[in-house]
């Protein structure tokens, strides 16, 4: 019997029936009426007779075949089945493949961010399909270490992508999150690893603080002429300084018209805490005003594009444009900054009062962390006095209408 030589596999042809040509060592090659080639190797095993599928020629060439052979003739020595060993191993690949980075992200991305915007989906989105998947997308996720995800990171921020790596080290702690919530993995390895990597430097978003020219901006608002989700959201945008995000995303489950406040779970903040926002009469007028608009919605500013996503993060931003405020001069997070400089410089109130009103970490003298209901008192004055300062200094011409209060 001799050995197979390419020439001789290349000039076998079809026949009516199966037919084999032996290499040698249970290796033969079974040639099928349709021209198909397939390796086999032929074997025992417990005193059974068994054929193991090795791989299509030419896709598996003769000298990879002999290989494989080789490899199960080993197998053999040592007592292991190669079928089953096969069949283990492609049963691995598919337990792998189930549980890999990049599908648990992509469940996670579908139950997770299906409310989320446009612009922050897509942005998501492209950091891992860029910089994650590729690294660590075929993975088993509970097999990923540490170090594998910093490597990853170092590499983005290596390209001076520096504000991408903190995101996409947050984006990967919600998805290691989610996988222990699904038992696919035991720890959350992004936790810290912010501590290793570089900080951005600190920008402010651009906002107008002096007197007159807040002035100016809230009769331009008063003047603006949109859609009645955009123009309420605008008006609320100065009265509540919020987040841009959370203003967005009001449900107006939130609205507490009893005790006149909006409820913020803290799932939806950054700080991870339930918020309370107290709603000055003059919040009150615009909210409801926009319920007999949205109130059968579920989000009290939806989206033009479906009432089932919340208003585009661009929708505020726009409108500042429109009235002629650029991004150097003013952005929805400027409201904020206004808010935060002229309650404390101009109206006198209590940093403590302020910080927490803006849900910022703020700490008694033993260093506990103040609840949602620290100066709700104080807060919920100093929201109605700054709504009046405010509505005084649309009907002034200069800043002379100063009121002087102290909350707390």
Known sequence: MMALTVKVIDKAKPQDKPYKLTDGRGLYLQVMPNGSKYWRLAYRYLNKQKTLALGVYPNLSLSEARKAREDAKSQLANDIDPSAHKKAKRAAKLEAASNSFELVARLWFEKHMFDKSDSHKKRTLRTLEKDIFPHLGRRPIGEIERNDLLSVLEKIQGRGAIETARRANQTCGQIFRY???????????????????????????????????????????????????VTAALKLSP??????????????????????????????????????????????????????????????????????????????????????????????????????????????????????????????????AYNRTTFLQQRTEMMQTWADYLDGLKTENDANNIIHAKFG
């Not at 912010?194 to 002096?210: F, Q």
């Not at 952005?331 to 206004?338: E, I, N, V």
């Open 179 to 229: 996988a222990m919530v699904k038992k696919l993995a035991k720890h959350d390895i992004s936790s810290k690893l912010h501590e290793m990597l570089k900080k951005p430097v600190e920008t402010h978003y651009p906002a107008i603080t002096s007197p007159p020219k807040v002035a100016e901006l809230l009769r331009a608002i008063d003047s603006f002429n949109g859609t009645p989700v």
């Open 239 to 368: 009265l509540l300084f919020c987040r841009p995000g959370e203003l967005r995303h009001m449900e107006w489950d939130e609205i507490n018209w009893t005790e006149k406040r909006w409820e913020i779970p803290g799932k939806k903040m950054k700080s991870r805490s339930d918020h309370i926002v107290p709603l000055s009469k003059q919040a009150q007028i615009i909210l409801e005003e926009i319920h007999l608009t949205t109130g059968l919605g579920k989000y009290a500013f939806p989206s033009a594009r479906g009432a089932s996503r919340p208003l585009s993060e661009n929708g505020v931003r726009t409108a500042l444009r429109t009235m002629g405020y650029d991004n150097q001069s003013m952005t929805p997070h400027g409201f904020r900054a206004m808010a935060r400089t002229i309650l404390d410089e101009v109206l006198n109130t209590r940093v403590e009062v302020i910080e927490a009103q803006m849900a910022h970490t703020v700490k008694d003298a033993n260093g506990r």
